[in-house]
């Protein structure tokens, strides 16, 4: 996942797409793109919020790290392609 630039340029996490691709040497591949809405809708954000930051929270505190849900949403968007801002 990645988002298109103001020049029309694709930014996504290269190396990622890179090493998925150099596992897969002689194979057939079909790429597809797909546009996703520019704000999110209440039920997702209700989702994001309400399960996926507090599940993570949990996760990071378990690994000896103490983040506050903001953070955590911090730390989430900095590590995300999806979430950037």
């Known amino acids: 996942m990645g ?3 103001e020049n029309g340029e694709l ?4 190396d990622a797409l890179k090493e998925f ?3 897969h040497k002689g194979k ?3 790429v597809r793109v797909e546009l996703m ?11 994001y919020f309400g399960y996926i930051v507090p599940e993570m929270q949990t996760a ?3 690994a000896g790290e103490h983040k506050s849900k903001e953070e955590t949403d911090v730390f989430l ?3 995300c392609p ?3 801002e």
């Open 11 to 14: 930014n996504l996490h290269w």
């Open 77 to 79: 968007r900095c590590s």
């Open 82 to 84: 999806i979430c950037y």
């Open 28 to 30: 057939v591949a079909i």
């Open 37 to 47: 809405a520019v704000e999110p809708t209440e039920r997702t954000r209700n989702y």
């Open 21 to 23: 691709l150099s596992s």
């Open 60 to 62: 990071i505190m378990e």
């Open 3 to 5: 988002r298109i630039g």
